[in-house]
């Protein structure tokens, strides 16, 4: 096998964050749809600047292309999804190199033409915004509230076929690309940004939640405790509609705040807690930071797990070197991913692994190859095959018989399984795992965490072939 290129050593745990001015003010409508014919959205509120030692008002404008329109929550997630493409680099370049294919997982947008279709749309669109900041853009440099005039990207290039037309010897090779605006990355580079748990976010179902989420979340930074005008913090830093009336802002903003309370990121509160009424149409709104904490994996379980991948990867021709590093700078669901992909084109002796399949797989994991359309294709079949397997047919009288039968045979099953002890169950169930056809370990690894319903029925289709053979 031929020598693999080296690489700097990655991080142990990939870091998201924030860019503090864009978490202040919303930089985008909360709806999908807005009034025909509307090309700006109007954002201020008025504080006490320690800089000029006075009350000013800080306004964010932002103005549409004819085309292309005002960006929506979406287009907002997109730019926070490019912050992480950034970031992931350390923000070495205003030019960064990805594919959509890249950002749609780092979304967890399904892969799929039309979301293809989107991130094309939304990027152009962002060409065509322009945000005037009026006294409102934090200048680390200045220390102070400075007024600004930009548009976030400058340029934008998508490769229809991205990867097909790599260029050799070259990493952004076959790579769609974009450039952030000068004044936004001088405020990446001078460190004005945040952590940000993006899997929590992402997690969120609602995008006033979201919202309100990333604004707090800075908030939160100076103290646990955080009281504003309602109507400032809804419709200013928020986004929702000013012709709200303070009834409606408080029932919108209620069922967000719920989810962000069952998460654990507030404290729950009583609607009289929660809204204050100050003077007759005035109400201030509360929050308390909750006491829950993203849960963070155990040192020795990311160490036992990472050791986990290198063995297979080694095991697959990567030298030990080469696979801790792979390891060590990649997603532990995207090494195993391709791992998979990379058996199964084995098994089918595939011309693209061929010569080279450990050359294969480094490359397939270092630059997130897109998953090809006849292993789609199988993934797809499989996954029927597992639901059809796992959906009851609708009863029939004639086949009272066989359900009774199969009602026995689960119940029977499910003793065998439950009078063992916990430990022993758990260590089968990982020699299940172990032992277990490519396709199958995959979709079981990949959904461990989730445990939804492909899971499951991976799962119960191993305990159950288990259980038979032991009791024959």
Not at 123 to 131: E, F, P, Q, S
Not at 201 to 206: D, I, V, W
Request: contains cysteine; positive net charge.
């Amino acid at each position: 096998m031929s020598s693999l290129p080296e690489f700097a050593e990655p991080q142990s745990r990939e870091t998201y964050r924030d860019e503090l001015n864009f978490a202040e003010f919303p930089l985008a409508s909360l709806t999908t749809t807005l009034p025909k014919g509307q090309k700006t959205l109007e954002f201020s509120d008025e504080i006490f600047d320690k800089a000029r030692r006075e009350r000013v008002t800080r306004k964010l404008t932002i103005t549409a292309s004819d085309k292309y329109g005002l960006p929506t929550a979406t287009d907002d997630e997109v730019i926070l999804g490019l912050i992480q493409l950034s970031a992931r680099s350390n923000f070495d370049a205003r030019r960064v190199y990805f594919t959509r294919y890249e950002l749609l997982k780092l979304l967890n947008w399904s892969d799929d033409s039309r979301n293809y279709a989107r991130i094309e749309e939304s990027l152009n669109r962002w060409l065509g915004v322009t945000l005037y900041y009026d006294k409102s853009w934090w200048s680390k440099e200045e220390q102070s509230w400075v007024s600004e005039g930009f548009h976030i990207l400058d340029q934008v290039t998508i490769l229809d076929k991205e990867r097909r037309k790599r260029a050799t010897g070259k990493p952004e090779g076959g790579k769609s690309s974009f450039v952030w605006n000068e004044l936004v990355f001088d405020s990446f580079k001078s460190g004005y940004l945040k952590q940000i748990d993006f899997k929590f976010y992402k997690s969120l179902e609602s995008a006033v939640s979201k919202r309100i989420y990333r604004f707090l979340d800075k908030r939160f930074y100076h103290r646990d405790h955080l009281e504003f005008d309602l109507r400032t913090f809804a419709c200013e830093h928020i986004g929702l509609s000013k012709k709200y009336h303070n009834g409606e802002l408080k029932r919108v903003l209620r069922s967000a705040i719920e989810e962000l309370e069952q998460s654990g990121f507030l404290t729950t509160a009583t609607a009289e807690e929660r809204f204050v009424k100050k003077v007759r149409g005035e109400w201030s709104i509360r929050f308390q930071r909750g006491s829950a904490k993203p849960a963070l994996e155990k040192p020795q379980e990311t160490a036992a797990k990472n050791q986990e991948l290198v063995t297979l990867l080694v095991a697959r021709g990567l030298t030990p070197k080469a696979a801790a590093r792979v390891v060590g700078k990649s997603n532990e669901s995207t090494v195993r991913e391709k791992i998979a992909l990379m058996d199964w084109l084995a098994s089918k002796k595939d011309r693209r692994v061929e010569r080279s399949p450990a050359g294969f797989l480094y490359r397939a994991i270092t630059e997130d190859f897109p998953l090809p359309d006849d292993y789609r294709r199988e993934l797809a079949k499989a996954s029927e095959r597992v639901k059809a397997a796992s959906t009851p047919k609708p009863k029939r009288r004639e086949d009272d018989a066989e359900v009774a039968e199969a009602n026995a045979d689960r119940k029977r099953i499910a003793d065998y399984w439950n009078s063992l002890p916990v430990e022993q169950q758990e260590r089968i169930e990982k020699e299940l795992v172990e032992k277990a056809p490519a396709l199958m370990r995959e979709h079981y690894l990949k959904g461990q965490q989730e445990r939804g319903v492909l899971f499951q029925a991976f799962r119960q289709a191993m305990i159950d072939r288990y259980v038979r053979e032991a009791l024959t």
